[in-house]
C-alpha cells in the first residue's frame, strides 16, 4: 500500500496550490478519503474528507470556502485544491485512506505547504 502526496511548496499568502495523493496497492474506490495537516507545535487535524461513491465532501470550518477535495477514481488519485491561502494555512498536509466501518486506515509521508511572502 502506497499514498505518495506531491504539490506542496512555498506560496505567497492569497495564492494557490494544488496537492496530489497517489494511491496504490488497495481498491481506492472502496476508500475515504481525506487530508489532513499538522502546524508546527500542534495536533493534526482534519482538513477536509471525500467518500468513495457519491462524492460527498466535508470541510473543516477553517477551509471552508477556500479549499476543494476531489476524487478520480480511475486514476486513484486524491486531490486538494487550496485557494486564498493565509500564512495558518502552513502546515506538513497528510493524505489518509480509510475503509468504511473498519479500523483499516493508511497514511501518506506528507508535504510541506509553507503560506509566506
Known amino acids: 500500500v502506497q499514498l505518495v502526496e506531491s504539490g506542496g511548496g512555498l506560496v505567497q499568502p492569497g495564492g494557490s496550490l494544488r496537492l496530489s495523493c497517489a494511491a496504490s496497492?488497495?481498491?481506492?474506490?472502496?476508500?475515504?478519503m481525506s487530508w489532513f495537516r499538522q502546524a508546527p507545535g500542534k495536533e493534526r487535524e482534519l482538513v477536509a474528507v471525500?467518500?468513495?461513491?457519491?462524492?460527498?465532501?466535508n470541510y473543516a470550518d477553517s477551509v471552508k470556502g477556500r479549499f476543494t477535495i476531489s476524487r478520480d477514481n480511475a486514476k486513484n488519485t486524491v486531490y486538494l485544491q487550496m485557494n486564498s491561502l493565509k500564512p495558518d494555512d502552513t502546515a506538513v498536509y497528510y493524505c489518509?485512506?480509510?475503509?468504511?466501518?473498519?479500523?483499516?486506515?493508511?497514511w501518506g509521508k506528507g508535504t510541506l505547504v509553507t503560506v509566506s511572502s
Open positions: 489518509n485512506a480509510a475503509l468504511q466501518f473498519s479500523a483499516i486506515n493508511y
Open positions: 496497492g488497495f481498491s481506492f474506490s472502496n476508500y475515504r
Open positions: 471525500v467518500f468513495g461513491y457519491g462524492g460527498i465532501t
